[in-house]
């Protein structure tokens, strides 16, 4: 099992270097943002008619806001695992 | 020597995936665009379109989980935890061939573990989450994000692998061609979704369609692999350390409980 996850691991991990190294140069912005373009370049009289009700203040925030989200949704799975394997451990030592 | 859902991925395996980066490389236009649909580039009739067909699956969403938990209250844990995969894999934005960035969508994993009502719900809280802390997506667009990410993706994560399961494959097999293709759709809704609000002058809704689903698609099809992978992975831990419940979903046949393979 652990061979195959560390495998499985690498491979993602594989997947988000290449474009890194290959697409050389590119600007890794967020894909969302340069959609406007394709909207704009379709339909250039559309306006957005309604804008975020709250935007983090810099990207520093929004950094913070991201790692917290990720933080959150690791930090159950790995509670959850933890707790599995600690019932199973214990259900064998008894 | 102890085997798991994955047999050994072989050289062959890996050359293969490199050889596809490069084609896709030299194939791809310069810009690529994904993610969810901003707050207001969504014309207001087809915001309420969108929540409206998003409605009855929240609310199935919400039956399926009360049926779910009434039956075995333990179950809560693994329903929290499937949300919890969709919250982190969600906050990964991840550079993909095309130079740009989108992220996966992890809807998969519940779908395939619950049905995919569930995810209506889990779906629909990871989304809102962004949009009013973020700014990612919008209050606007929920519906439609909703619709294509926490409707289509695990609809379509749960048909594959019900597919899949039928047609004998491997159980790593189903759950990675449910999870990827769940994501690869998410995004190609999206498009329509656009398509659909914002045709082009000439071409009408398919030539704006095949502009955003070109695009998409391209960008989205390393990013689909990665979810498909991360997805076995949790799985795998899964079938290790949570098995009961794994029998008690039938995802694993009463009599293969015990030994873990």
């Given at each position: 099992?652990?061979?195959n996850?560390?495998?499985?691991?690498?491979l993602?991990?594989?997947?988000?270097?290449?474009?890194?190294?290959m697409?050389?140069?590119a600007e890794?912005?967020?894909?969302?943002?340069?959609?406007?373009?394709?909207?704009?370049?379709?339909?250039?009289?559309?306006?957005?008619?309604?804008?975020?009700?709250?935007?983090?203040?810099?990207?520093?925030?929004?950094?913070?806001?991201?790692?917290?989200?990720?933080?959150?949704?690791?930090?159950?799975?790995?509670?959850?695992?933890g707790?599995?394997?600690?019932?199973?451990?214990?259900?064998?030592?008894? | 020597?102890?085997?798991?859902l994955?047999?050994?991925?072989?050289?062959?395996?890996s050359?293969?995936?490199?050889l596809?980066?490069?084609?896709v490389?030299?194939?791809?236009p310069?810009?690529?665009?994904?993610?969810h649909?901003?707050?207001?580039?969504?014309?207001?009739?087809?915001?309420?379109?969108w929540?409206?067909l998003t409605?009855?699956?929240?609310?199935?969403?919400?039956v399926?989980?009360?049926?779910?938990?009434?039956?075995?209250?333990?179950?809560?844990?693994?329903i929290?935890?499937?949300?919890?995969?969709?919250?982190?894999?969600?906050?990964?934005?991840?550079?993909?061939?095309?130079?740009?960035?989108?992220?996966p969508?992890?809807v998969?994993?519940?779908?395939?573990?619950f049905?995919?009502?569930?995810?209506?719900?889990?779906?629909?809280?990871?989304?809102?989450?962004?949009?009013?802390?973020?700014?990612?997506?919008?209050i606007?667009?929920?519906?439609?994000n909703?619709?294509?990410?926490?409707v289509?993706?695990?609809?379509?994560?749960?048909?594959?692998?019900?597919?899949?399961r039928r047609?004998?494959?491997?159980?790593?097999?189903?759950?990675?061609?449910?999870?990827?293709?769940?994501?690869?759709?998410t995004?190609?809704?999206?498009?329509?979704?656009?398509?659909?609000?914002?045709?082009?002058?000439?071409?009408?809704?398919?030539?704006?369609?095949?502009?955003?689903?070109?695009?998409?698609?391209?960008?989205?099809?390393?990013?689909?692999?990665?979810?498909?992978?991360?997805?076995?992975?949790?799985f795998?831990?899964?079938?290790t350390?949570?098995?009961?419940?794994?029998?008690e979903?039938?995802?694993?046949?009463?009599?293969?409980?015990?030994?873990?393979?």
């Open positions: 099992m652990l061979r996850n560390i495998l499985l691991l690498a993602v991990v594989a997947l988000v270097v290449v474009p890194l190294v697409v050389n140069g890794f912005g967020g894909a969302d943002g340069q959609a406007e373009e394709v909207i704009a370049e379709i339909n250039p009289d559309y306006r957005p008619w309604f804008s975020s009700i709250w935007e983090p203040p810099s990207g520093e925030i929004e950094s913070l806001l991201f790692a917290l989200q990720g933080a959150l949704g690791a930090g159950f799975i790995s509670y959850y695992l707790y599995m394997k600690g019932k199973k451990n214990s259900k064998r030592d008894q | 020597m102890k085997k798991t994955l047999p050994l991925i072989n050289l062959k395996y050359t293969l995936a490199l596809y980066s490069l084609l490389v030299l194939a791809v310069e810009n690529a665009y994904a993610m649909i901003m707050e207001g580039y969504l014309p207001s009739t087809w915001c309420a379109i929540y409206l409605l009855p699956f929240f609310i199935l969403g919400l399926s989980i009360n049926k779910t938990v009434g039956l075995n209250p333990k179950m809560k844990m693994l929290a935890f499937a949300g919890a995969f969709a919250f982190a894999l969600s906050a990964l934005k991840l550079p993909s061939v095309t130079g740009s960035c989108s992220h969508t992890g998969g994993l519940g779908a395939i573990l049905g995919p009502a569930v995810m209506a719900v889990l779906g629909s809280i990871v989304l809102l989450f962004q949009a009013l802390l973020l700014a990612h997506g919008g606007t667009t929920l519906g439609a909703a619709f294509s990410m926490a289509v993706g695990p609809f379509v994560a749960y048909g594959v692998y019900k597919l899949c047609l004998r494959t491997p159980l790593w097999l189903a759950v990675f061609s449910g999870a990827a293709l769940g994501d690869l759709l995004y190609l809704t999206t498009s329509l979704q656009l398509a659909l609000a914002i045709p082009d002058a000439t071409g009408g809704i398919p030539a704006s369609f095949t502009k955003f689903a070109a695009i998409f698609a391209f960008t989205q099809i390393p990013l689909a692999v990665s979810e498909g992978l991360l997805t076995v992975l949790i795998n831990l899964l079938y350390y949570s098995q009961n419940e794994l029998v979903l039938a995802i694993i046949p009463e009599h293969l409980q015990g030994e873990v393979r």
